[in-house]
């Protein structure tokens, strides 16, 4: 493919100086969008803006060559022709063809069009001498299994005009219908999908140039040259399609441009504008005005974007545009459930006064984001050992499921307008997401380990929504939004089961420890169902088992009021070492047998560990309870006895200005409770006992770092290192590590081992004749071994490839035998090439992959040597960086002289 691009450009160049200028169409602008169809077929666009005042009667935009990126290429006949200008000098025409493309199959796909000539006096392309630059401009289409795209459109026109000394703004509106969102840039246009125009320049004459890469609003500070200039905006789609960080989906390439005049107005000004929300089927509403401050001008208010195209339920103004100064109207918009997506809509309202020579213009715009409703009805109910959640299902009928999320205890937050989801800072966990619209019950016995009694849970539920575009059909099973949170229910288990209190250590050993495990009796009991005698039986397991087995045996109650509050002293356990649970089982009578009632929910005893660390010890704490650990005190042992050191809210606690090498031993009590209405008690229980010893853990700062590349001298063959560290990090530094990888992505590797007066390194052995790209890092090692950050003072050295070739040469097998051969200059980090060099009619006379080429002017096929004369190359240079081989390709020229 890119052998026939170069042949018809070759071509195009060769006879572009006697082509007839009369009878060729002179591009202004244009662009590519397109449509999905089906899985593979595609509707493309494509609209061009050319000069319709260069020929009266031009028959060469009748159609389009479009090269669909995969091979193929059809010439489509214009579908419609609209004339957007008849000014004197300066006439647009707008030409636009429609086709249907069928793809084999996935892929990343590069459309475009070419046309060999752009309108003259482009002041940016070619210093201004452009009508015999070619014009292309692309698109990327990006078929996936994993998901369906189409392009963004541009609601507005790509030609547009200014003012010199005048603010120039612009926007191309672009609307995305599959909720993708974009990201715009300013590019150099194109003479073939792969070269960029010659001698471009951002327009240079100016104060500034620059786009919102998130609104797509170009801004033109003061041009002060008068003239025609050309970029490109690139309008990107991204789509998280399940990834962490967005991809790239596909992108539209549209080449504007931009006219700018003499004249003594001043620009209109549109009111500024904040962004809004809305929940889908509730009306916004949004008051637009504009003035000027030119007396007697009057200014046109005009509204596009995204929310005016919508397939249900477009926004409008009213009135639909108004002309005055100043002048206003009412922005009204209604979103259908369709418009409910991640990403947020874009409003653009554009002024323009009646100046003369040309209308100056002001652009503005507000992004909108629409919400999905709040799940309504939502109750919460008690069932078996856990609750019933309902509600109804979601009123948009486009939820794709539900989240639920649960606190304890109330959060007295409601969430704010614009406020969706609900964010971590409330308390609130998320427990489970179910899938279907109608699937709106859902049970929670806290994954089968019951529902504490005594506790208020508290819940609310979400909707969520998968990406779809503006039809409704959805475009990616992966990205979703979420609605507004319900609103806050809350419910609690009272005492119809045997509640534990206490499970607390009273020694700590590896064969004798003990623990004092205490409950409360039910309260509440349909004594016709279950009859007596009663038995309460305590069972234990190791912490987060299921191998349960009981402690001692059961007591029986003849009476379900004889039940007392009891307590037991667990013993003979290894309370140094195993963490363990208890729950209590409440069996009735019936024929003589017992019969399983209900049980306690497990509550495991207090178990800590230590972390030892340069001169003090963290202290860690695990449990697992059904009641609210809310504070927790540590004590030290001090000789025979233990001292109170403080209290903490945190599942830690850390002891510091210790003494290195010297033992340390502590205890915790948690202090809790259950809902406070029910129970006052405050229940106190005591971990088991452990001991840490500080050590020194904190290693040496990362040395200062720095290098010499030999990258820019060709004969110097080794890399050096030298650090040295900071004052106040010097103490202590045992050795030094070099170390070495090829690549960001490669794993470290040691490349030595010096001393701590050594402060330098010397690499020759990782320099390969075509790469000295790699990465370097030096690390610090203390006495006791901790090494410094390996990531400190990492730095990579990039290559610096370097290929050059020749203009001309002279095969003529003198007696000096001097330039005999086409050959580059002395090169440098090149792994390989592709190279194929043409005559002036584009047949190919010589192809290589040898980086040297050593061509001797002979034609490769038939072994004569060629004409003397000027031959076009197109080359692919495959250069070594640090993120591996890149591809650069160059196009030149090179003279025979025989």
Same mark, same amino acid.
């Given at each position: 493919?890119? =052998?026939?691009?170069?042949?018809?450009?070759?071509?195009?160049?060769?006879?572009?100086?006697?082509?007839?200028?009369?009878?060729?169409?002179?591009?202004?602008?244009?662009?590519?969008?397109?449509?999905?169809?089906?899985?593979?077929?595609?509707?493309?666009?494509?609209?061009?803006?050319?000069?319709?005042?260069?020929?009266?009667?031009?028959?060469?935009?009748?159609?389009?060559?479009?090269?669909?990126?995969?091979?193929?290429?059809?010439?489509?006949?214009? /579908?419609?022709?609209?004339?957007?200008?008849?000014?004197? %000098?300066?006439?647009?025409?707008?030409?636009?063809?429609?086709?249907?493309?069928?793809?084999?199959?996935?892929?990343?796909?590069?459309?475009?069009?070419?046309?060999?000539?752009?309108?003259?006096?482009?002041?940016?392309?070619?210093? *201004?001498?452009?009508?015999?630059?070619?014009?292309?401009?692309?698109?990327?289409?990006?078929?996936?299994?994993?998901?369906?795209?189409?392009?963004?459109?541009?609601?507005?026109?790509?030609?547009?005009?200014?003012?010199?000394?005048?603010?120039?703004?612009?926007?191309?509106?672009?609307?995305?219908?599959?909720?993708?969102?974009?990201?715009?840039?300013?590019?150099?246009?194109?003479?073939?999908?792969?070269?960029?125009?010659?001698?471009?320049?951002?327009?240079?004459?100016?104060?500034?140039?620059?786009?919102?890469?998130?609104?797509?609003?170009?801004?033109?500070?003061?041009?002060?040259?008068?003239?025609?200039?050309?970029?490109?905006?690139?309008?990107?789609?991204?789509?998280?399609?399940?990834?962490?960080?967005?991809?790239?989906?596909?992108?539209?390439?549209?080449?504007?441009?931009?006219?700018?005049?003499?004249?003594?107005?001043?620009?209109?000004?549109?009111?500024?504008?904040?962004?809004?929300?809305?929940?889908?089927?509730?009306?916004?509403? =949004?008051?637009?005005?504009?003035?000027?401050?030119?007396?007697?001008?009057?200014?046109?208010?005009?509204?596009? %974007?995204?929310?005016?195209?919508?397939?249900?339920?477009?926004?409008?103004?009213?009135?639909?545009?108004?002309?005055?100064?100043?002048? *206003?109207?009412?922005?009204?918009?209604?979103?259908?459930?369709?418009?409910?997506?991640?990403?947020?809509?874009?409003?653009?309202?554009?002024?323009?006064?009646? *100046?003369?020579?040309?209308?100056?213009?002001?652009?503005?715009?507000?992004? +909108?984001?629409?919400? %999905?409703?709040?799940? =309504?009805?939502?109750?919460?109910?008690?069932? /078996?050992?856990?609750?019933?959640?309902?509600?109804?299902?979601?009123?948009?009928?486009?939820?794709?499921?539900?989240?639920?999320?649960?606190?304890?205890?109330?959060?007295?937050?409601?969430?704010?307008?614009?406020?969706?989801?609900?964010?971590?800072?409330?308390?609130?966990?998320?427990?489970?997401?179910?899938?279907?619209?109608?699937?709106?019950?859902?049970?929670?016995?806290?994954?089968?380990?019951?529902?504490?009694?005594?506790?208020?849970?508290?819940?609310?539920?979400?909707?969520?929504?998968?990406?779809?575009?503006?039809?409704?059909?959805?475009?990616?099973?992966?990205?979703?939004?979420?609605?507004?949170?319900?609103?806050?229910?809350?419910?609690?288990?009272?005492?119809?089961?045997?509640?534990?209190?206490?499970?607390?250590?009273?020694?700590?050993?590896?064969?004798? %420890?003990?623990?004092?495990?205490?409950?409360?009796?039910?309260?509440?009991?349909?004594?016709?169902?279950?009859?007596?005698?009663?038995?309460?039986?305590?069972?234990?397991?190791?912490?987060?088992?299921?191998?349960?087995?009981?402690?001692?045996?059961?007591?029986?109650?003849?009476?379900?009021?004889?039940?007392?509050?009891?307590?037991?002293?667990?013993?003979?356990?290894?309370?140094?070492?195993?963490?363990?649970?208890?729950?209590?089982?409440?069996?009735?009578?019936?024929?003589?047998?017992?019969?399983?009632?209900?049980?306690?929910?497990?509550?495991?005893?207090?178990?800590?560990?230590?972390?030892?660390?340069?001169?003090?010890?963290?202290?860690?704490?695990?449990?697992?309870?059904?009641?609210?650990?809310?504070?927790?005190?540590?004590?030290?042992?001090?000789?025979?006895?233990?001292?109170?050191?403080?209290?903490?809210?945190?599942?830690?606690?850390?002891?510091?200005?210790?003494?290195?090498?010297?033992?340390?031993?502590?205890?915790?009590?948690?202090?809790?409770?259950?809902?406070?209405?029910?129970?006052?008690?405050?229940?106190?229980?005591?971990?088991?006992?452990?001991?840490?010893?500080?050590?020194?853990?904190?290693?040496?700062?990362?040395?200062?770092?720095?290098?010499?590349?030999?990258?820019?001298?060709?004969?110097?063959?080794?890399?050096?290192?030298?650090?040295?560290?900071?004052?106040?990090?010097?103490?202590?530094?045992?050795?030094?590590?070099?170390?070495?990888?090829?690549?960001?992505?490669?794993?470290?590797?040691?490349?030595?081992?010096?001393?701590?007066?050594?402060?330098?390194?010397?690499?020759?052995?990782?320099?390969? =004749?075509?790469?000295?790209?790699?990465?370097?890092?030096?690390?610090?090692?203390?006495?006791?071994?901790?090494?410094?950050?390996?990531?400190?003072?990492?730095?990579? +050295?990039?290559?610096?490839?370097?290929?050059?070739?020749?203009?001309?040469?002279?095969?003529?097998?003198?007696?000096?035998?001097?330039?005999?051969?086409?050959?580059?200059?002395?090169?440098?980090?090149?792994?390989?090439?592709?190279?194929?060099?043409?005559?002036?009619?584009?047949?190919?006379?010589?192809?290589?992959?040898?980086?040297?080429?050593?061509?001797?002017?002979?034609?490769?096929?038939?072994?004569?040597?060629?004409?003397?004369?000027?031959?076009?190359?197109?080359?692919? +240079?495959?250069?070594?960086?640090?993120?591996?081989?890149?591809?650069?390709?160059?196009?030149?020229?090179?003279?025979?002289?025989?």
């Amino acid at each position: 493919m890119i =052998k026939n691009y170069f042949k018809q450009y070759i071509l195009l160049f060769a006879f572009s100086l006697i082509a007839q200028l009369a009878l060729a169409t002179h591009y202004r602008a244009g662009e590519i969008v397109f449509r999905k169809i089906s899985r593979f077929n595609f509707e493309i666009t494509v609209y061009t803006y050319t000069d319709q005042l260069q020929v009266a009667a031009d028959p060469s935009t009748s159609a389009v060559q479009i090269d669909f990126g995969d091979r193929t290429t059809a010439v489509v006949p214009r /579908s419609s022709i609209d004339i957007l200008s008849n000014e004197p %000098g300066y006439g647009v025409k707008r030409n636009t063809y429609k086709t249907l493309h069928t793809y084999t199959g996935s892929g990343t796909f590069t459309v475009s069009i070419f046309d060999r000539n752009r309108v003259d006096g482009i002041i940016n392309i070619n210093g *201004g001498e452009s009508v015999n630059i070619p014009f292309c401009v692309t698109a990327v289409l990006v078929i996936d299994n994993g998901f369906t795209n189409q392009s963004p459109v541009l609601l507005s026109s790509p030609i547009d005009r200014g003012c010199k000394n005048r603010v120039f703004v612009h926007n191309p509106s672009a609307y995305d219908a599959d909720g993708d969102s974009l990201v715009y840039e300013i590019r150099p246009p194109k003479i073939d999908p792969f070269t960029d125009v010659p001698g471009f320049n951002i327009p240079i004459f100016s104060d500034s140039f620059s786009i919102n890469q998130n609104t797509g609003l170009l801004t033109w500070a003061k041009p002060i040259q008068t003239g025609i200039y050309n970029i490109v905006i690139r309008v990107k789609e991204y789509r998280k399609n399940g990834k962490i960080k967005p991809i790239l989906v596909g992108y539209v390439d549209r080449d504007m441009q931009i006219r700018i005049t003499d004249c003594p107005n001043f620009p209109p000004i549109v009111s500024s504008l904040v962004d809004e929300c809305v929940v889908a089927g509730n009306l916004l509403q =949004k008051n637009i005005v504009a003035n000027d401050i030119d007396n007697g001008q009057l200014v046109t208010l005009t509204a596009f %974007g995204g929310p005016f195209v919508q397939k249900f339920s477009p926004a409008f103004t009213s009135p639909n545009t108004v002309v005055g100064n100043p002048t *206003g109207f009412l922005f009204n918009w209604r979103p259908a459930c369709t418009s409910i997506r991640a990403d947020k809509f874009q409003a653009d309202f554009k002024a323009a006064d009646n *100046g003369y020579p040309i209308p100056l213009v002001d652009l503005k715009s507000f992004k +909108i984001k629409v919400i %999905g409703p709040a799940p =309504k009805n939502f109750t919460v109910s008690i069932d /078996s050992n856990g609750f019933r959640l309902n509600w109804s299902p979601d009123s948009c009928n486009f939820a794709f499921g539900y989240r639920i999320y649960r606190r304890i205890d109330s959060s007295f937050w409601n969430p704010s307008t614009c406020q969706t989801g609900v964010p971590p800072s409330t308390g609130f966990v998320l427990i489970d997401t179910v899938q279907g619209i109608n699937n709106t019950t859902y049970f929670d016995n806290n994954n089968g380990k019951g529902i504490s009694p005594l506790v208020n849970y508290c819940y609310r539920i979400t909707s969520f929504y998968l990406a779809r575009n503006d039809e409704g059909k959805l475009v990616d099973l992966a990205e979703s939004s979420e609605g507004i949170a319900s609103q806050e229910v809350c419910a609690m288990v009272l005492r119809t089961k045997p509640i534990i209190t206490n499970v607390s250590v009273l020694a700590t050993n590896t064969a004798n %420890g003990k623990i004092f495990i205490k409950w409360l009796k039910p309260l509440l009991l349909d004594s016709t169902q279950y009859e007596p005698p009663y038995t309460v039986q305590l069972q234990r397991a190791e912490y987060g088992k299921q191998n349960f087995t009981n402690v001692g045996t059961g007591k029986v109650y003849a009476l379900f009021n004889d039940i007392v509050n009891d307590s037991l002293i667990d013993s003979l356990l290894n309370t140094q070492n195993i963490q363990y649970d208890y729950k209590v089982i409440f069996y009735s009578t019936k024929n003589g047998n017992l019969k399983y009632v209900d049980q306690s929910i497990a509550a495991s005893s207090v178990f800590i560990t230590p972390y030892n660390s340069n001169r003090s010890v963290t202290i860690n704490f695990k449990f697992d309870v059904p009641w609210i650990n809310k504070l927790y005190k540590v004590y030290r042992r001090n000789g025979n006895a233990f001292d109170f050191l403080g209290t903490t809210t945190n599942l830690f606690y850390k002891d510091t200005g210790l003494i290195n090498g010297q033992t340390y031993c502590y205890y915790i009590t948690s202090a809790g409770n259950y809902n406070p209405i029910y129970n006052l008690d405050t229940l106190f229980n005591n971990s088991q006992e452990i001991c840490g010893v500080p050590i020194d853990t904190i290693a040496p700062c990362a040395p200062q770092l720095s290098y010499i590349s030999p990258c820019n001298q060709f004969n110097i063959n080794n890399i050096i290192l030298n650090w040295f560290n900071p004052a106040e990090c010097d103490k202590d530094v045992f050795q030094y590590k070099v170390y070495y990888r090829k690549t960001v992505k490669d794993n470290w590797t040691v490349l030595a081992v010096t001393n701590a007066n050594t402060l330098s390194y010397t690499d020759t052995s990782s320099l390969l =004749k075509y790469s000295i790209s790699g990465c370097y890092a030096v690390t610090a090692i203390d006495s006791i071994g901790n090494e410094s950050n390996l990531n400190g003072n990492a730095f990579c +050295i990039e290559n610096c490839p370097y290929y050059v070739l020749p203009n001309v040469f002279t095969p003529n097998k003198d007696a000096n035998n001097l330039n005999e051969l086409f050959k580059p200059f002395p090169y440098r980090f090149i792994e390989k090439i592709d190279l194929q060099i043409y005559n002036r009619w584009g047949d190919l006379v010589f192809e290589t992959n040898d980086i040297d080429i050593n061509w001797d002017g002979k034609d490769q096929k038939s072994g004569l040597d060629v004409t003397a004369g000027t031959y076009f190359y197109i080359i692919k +240079i495959y250069e070594n960086y640090l993120a591996g081989t890149q591809e650069r390709k160059v196009r030149g020229t090179v003279t025979i002289m025989r």
